[in-house]
């Protein structure tokens, strides 16, 4: 947990109950006021090194800016890592299935101010006066299927393929990134996550666990409840709050 910060924040990641190894990775900084879940393509060669990747850059950003311009080096931050994780994919022609790709969700936090950037299936949640909020919309089939095609969540989980994502870090030439700002309130908290996490959950647990005034006992509280799941795919969760 961070000190000096109006922050407190923990996160975690677990490899799960199936999957051989972690593709997943989180960025913990309540210091500098910034937090990422990456989730790297599963199945694929090199999904860990890209979520890696993707942390370690956002990492490293310049923190002497103002809120503005932070969210700016977040985006080009983003493109830059798209255009190389696109550049490492074309070195192995001959390797078809040979994306090196992730998701991404990212929050910045200041004073009053936040704002979420975005791509893939990871998710951004508000907790605020004991209602949760998805701040984030998913890209992927499924979503697109409902949005478009006016199909119901049973349907769209239904159809083949509902989980491929329709925007991912590395995953095309560009990379369509999506922002939301919003007012920080007090007794506001929020959850970053994959979607190993939440697949499982339902809002009400979601919510139970954000209610929990400690970081680290509302991330035990969602790691248990997930756990006692299937958990086949890794799980990741970074939980913020004042």
Not at 90 to 102: A, E, H, L, M
Not at 128 to 149: M, P, T
Not at 192 to 221: F, H, I, T, W
Request: glycine share 10%; with cysteine.
């Amino acid at each position: 947990m961070g000190t000096g910060s109006q922050w407190r924040s923990a996160g975690r990641t677990h490899t799960g109950k199936v999957r051989a190894r972690n593709e997943d990775a989180f960025l913990n900084c309540p210091e500098h006021g910034l937090w990422a879940v990456a989730d790297g393509m599963g199945g694929h060669q090199g999904g860990d090194i890209a979520s890696q990747m993707i942390v370690a850059s956002l990492a490293a950003l310049p923190l002497h800016l103002g809120f503005d311009d932070r969210v700016i080096r977040i985006r080009q931050c983003l493109h830059w890592l798209n255009r190389r994780l696109g550049q490492e994919m074309t070195v192995s022609p001959d390797r078809r299935d040979n994306i090196i790709g992730s998701t991404v969700v990212a929050l910045l936090l200041e004073q009053r101010r936040a704002a979420c950037v975005w791509a893939g299936d990871s998710r951004c949640y508000l907790w605020r006066g004991q209602r949760l909020y998805q701040l984030s919309r998913d890209h992927s089939l499924q979503q697109q299927l409902i949005d478009e095609q006016q199909m119901n969540v049973r349907q769209a989980k239904a159809h083949p393929g509902a989980h491929a994502l329709t925007r991912a870090v590395g995953a095309g030439e560009r990379l369509a990134l999506e922002v939301l700002e919003l007012e920080v309130l007090p007794g506001d908290a929020f959850l970053l996550c994959s979607d190993g996490l939440y697949q499982g959950m339902s809002s009400d647990a979601l919510g139970r666990a954000l209610n929990l005034a400690v970081p680290e006992k509302a991330l035990q509280r969602l790691f248990d409840f997930a756990l006692r799941g299937a958990a086949r795919d890794n799980l990741t969760a970074v939980v913020i709050r004042q």
